[in-house]
Every structure is written in structure tokens, then in C-alpha cells.
């Protein structure tokens, strides 16, 4: 059941095949040259106009705002929808799979009714949070601490994230960060809003040799709240997701 092979697609995943390509012929191509010209608010348009195609959340359950098409499906988006350029690709799978899937899979119910849909739609863009200068590889070395306030209600965030692709247009951050002297780091939701950055400060974009218009920058925090409901799992799971 998990090998495959293209003459044995379904009609559904067929389908699913021709809209993408549909979809990049007319959208993509055509402007093609604007991913090279480091235009960001062009990549954050096609991937709303993605979400609104139902690109976002093809293996994403319906009761949570997706399709629920499955693995080859997903696949078979993904390979066209990065076909045309790197930048809508990197953009596509930073928010589809480290983004969104963290939530899907680790998620409380309530946690899941309240951000899939709006992940899944288009309607907010997610990014993941888990490089450090020093902790990249060796992701569980992370110094990014999250101490419990007094009232008990939140975290606070201290430290950066470095090469962190959608930063510059999420709205929701899965965030990595070690309580105390934990073995493990843990992994939180964070909602970012720029109009009230809650601490949160972004670099600037950094300069890369291809994937132009990919968003990707450092992320500080000083003092970030984060409520603890949106501790994602549990305390010390954050280096098995």
C-alpha cells in the first residue's frame, strides 16, 4: 500500500495533479522573473491565492479546513507547485509541512479548530522557528529559554532564531525553546501580530544566492509572551517533533 507508481494514480490524485499545474502555468510562469527581483509580496500572493485553491491543506483533515486527499496528493502538489521557482517552493513547504504539520499532528483539539483553518486557507502563513547560530544540527543545544511567569498564565521568550523562512509574512511561529534546565528543548505556538509584536523583533531579509524571494530572517525575543495553552505536546517533547 505505500508504493506507487504515475499509472496507477487515482482519477482524484489526477485531478489534483492538473489544478497545480493549472495553477503555476497561469500564476507563476508567466511572472516568473519577479522571484528573482527579491519580490516578497509577490511569493505572499500566490500562496494566499494558493490557500484560496485549497493548495494549503491538501493532507489536512476537512473537519480541520483541508482536503484530506492524502500522502500522494500532497506529494504530487508539491512537486509542481515547486516546479516553476525555489522561492514559491520554499515558501510553500515551510508553511505546508514544518509549519502546519506540528500543529496537525501535536496539537490539542481546541489548538487544532483554532489555527488549522486559517493555516489551511491562506488566511495566515506560518513559519518555524528551531535555528540557532549555535544549534542547527544539533537542534536539542538550542539556547532559546522559556521561563514560566509568576502567575503562571505564560511563558516568556528570551533569545533568537536565525534562517527562518515566511518570517517575514507569518503570523503564526512554531517556536522551540528549553524551560529550565531541561534535557529537551519544548515547542510552542506563537501568534505574531506586527502591529503588536509582543517583544518579537524580525532582522532584516537576509541576502542568499538563489531563492530570492523567500522570506527568510532572524527572529529575536525579549521577554515574548506566550500563554501556556500554547505549549505544543508536552513539556520536553519539542526535539521528537
Avoid at 23 to 52: L, S
Avoid at 133 to 157: C, I
Amino acid at each position: 500500500d505505500h508504493i506507487f507508481i504515475t499509472e496507477e494514480f487515482t482519477e482524484e490524485q489526477r485531478m489534483m495533479k492538473e489544478s497545480v499545474v493549472d495553477f503555476i502555468d497561469r500564476e507563476v510562469w508567466p511572472h516568473k522573473e519577479r522571484f528573482e527581483k527579491k519580490d516578497y509580496a509577490f511569493t505572499e500572493e500566490i500562496m494566499r491565492k494558493a490557500g484560496e485553491m485549497g493548495f494549503l491543506g491538501i493532507s489536512i483533515p476537512v473537519e480541520y479546513g483541508g482536503m484530506g486527499m492524502g500522502f500522494v496528493s500532497t506529494m504530487l502538489a508539491t512537486a509542481y507547485m515547486s516546479a516553476a521557482t525555489g522561492s514559491l517552493g520554499t515558501a510553500y513547504g515551510a508553511h505546508t509541512g514544518i509549519g502546519t504539520m506540528p500543529i496537525y499532528l501535536y496539537g490539542t483539539e481546541e489548538q487544532k479548530q483554532k489555527y488549522l483553518h486559517d493555516l489551511t486557507s491562506g488566511r495566515q502563513f506560518a513559519a518555524y522557528c528551531l535555528t540557532e547560530p549555535g544549534a542547527g544540527s544539533d537542534a536539542n543545544s538550542a539556547k532559546t529559554t522559556a521561563t514560566l511567569s509568576k502567575d503562571g498564565t505564560h511563558y516568556l521568550k528570551k533569545k533568537k532564531k536565525m534562517w527562518i523562512s515566511n518570517a517575514g509574512f507569518a503570523e503564526i511561529f512554531i517556536v522551540f525553546a528549553r524551560i529550565e534546565n531541561d534535557k529537551n528543548i519544548t515547542a510552542f505556538i506563537m501568534e505574531f501580530d506586527k502591529n503588536n509584536p509582543n517583544g518579537v523583533t524580525l532582522g532584516a531579509e537576509e541576502n542568499k544566492l538563489g531563492i530570492a524571494s523567500s522570506s527568510t530572517r532572524q527572529v529575536f525575543f525579549a521577554d515574548t509572551k506566550i500563554p501556556v495553552e500554547n505549549m505544543l505536546s508536552e513539556r520536553g517533547q519539542g526535539f521528537k517533533i
